[in-house]
Antibody
Framework: QVHLVQSGAEVKTPGASVKVSCKASGYTFTNYVIHWVRQAPGQRLEWMGWIDAANDNTKYSQKFQGRVTISRDTSATTAYMELSSLRSEDTAVYYC????????????WGQGSLVTVSS | QSVLTQPPSASGTPGQRVTISCSGSSSNIGRNYVYWYQQLPGTAPKLLIYRNNQRPSGVPDRLSGSKSGTSASLAISGLRSEDEADYYC???????????FGGGTKLTVL
């Protein structure tokens, strides 16, 4: 069975960085893309970027360009999302999800990682 | 960042049929498939419909999707209390080389 298991909740101060991990199992890691999507409290889903696990190609939303870095470790079948220069508006649940390349065919999703930014 | 447009809320009584619309543009829905997700409170989204109208195994056939031009819709018939959730549409956007989501529709079963 396909699973994505994310790292735990984090509390960060403004200006800091956070790195969230997403451990994949139950499928061939390099056959799919991993996307990162976040959801602020009571808000809509917001796409951040994706990484092609096969070739390390990445694409970021213009909104997060320069602040987000998505990476992967094929030996660990794990993807990572690092967001820098955190501000209070970055408080959100961050999800990883598997997709077929070039589609928003997101299945499954990780359980989500709550990142709280507070002074 | 462009987004897809959904009504913020919808409602129905048990047994009724409700539809949720999703409007986009030529760069997303107009030339790509539409996907639908259900999000129950405090949980991650779950895939309901892929490629406009296909259901993953386990999704009941009282849920259906359709697409016409730059719009799509999700229909839920035989409404049940457990259908109360947030529903999101999504499509690939060729101009962004990434996905776009609708704003979400909160479905209330009265």
């Amino acid at each position: 069975q396909v699973h994505l298991v994310q790292s735990g909740a984090e509390v960060k101060t403004p200006g800091a960085s956070v790195k969230v991990s997403c451990k994949a199992s139950g499928y061939t890691f390099t056959n799919y893309v991993i996307h990162w999507v976040r959801q602020a409290p009571g808000q809509r889903l917001e796409w951040m970027g994706w990484i092609d696990a096969a070739n390390d190609n990445t694409k970021y939303s213009q909104k997060f360009q320069g602040r987000v870095t998505i990476s992967r470790d094929t030996s660990a079948t794990t993807a990572y999302m690092e967001l820098s220069s955190l501000r209070s508006e970055d408080t959100a649940v961050y999800y990883c999800t598997r997709a077929v390349a070039g589609t928003p065919w997101f299945d499954p999703w990780g359980q989500g990682s709550l990142v709280t930014v507070s002074s | 960042q462009s987004v897809l447009t959904q009504p913020p809320s919808a409602s129905g009584t048990p047994g009724q049929r409700v539809t949720i619309s999703c409007s986009g543009s030529s760069s997303n829905i107009g030339r790509n498939y539409v996907y639908w997700y259900q999000q129950l409170p405090g949980t991650a989204p779950k895939l309901l419909i892929y490629r406009n109208n296909q259901r993953p195994s386990g999704v009941p056939d009282r849920l259906s999707g359709s697409k016409s031009g730059t719009s799509a819709s999700l229909a839920i018939s035989g409404l049940r209390s457990e259908d109360e959730a947030d529903y999101y549409c999504a499509a690939w956007d060729d101009s962004l080389s990434g996905p776009v989501f609708g704003g979400g529709t909160k479905l209330t079963v009265l």
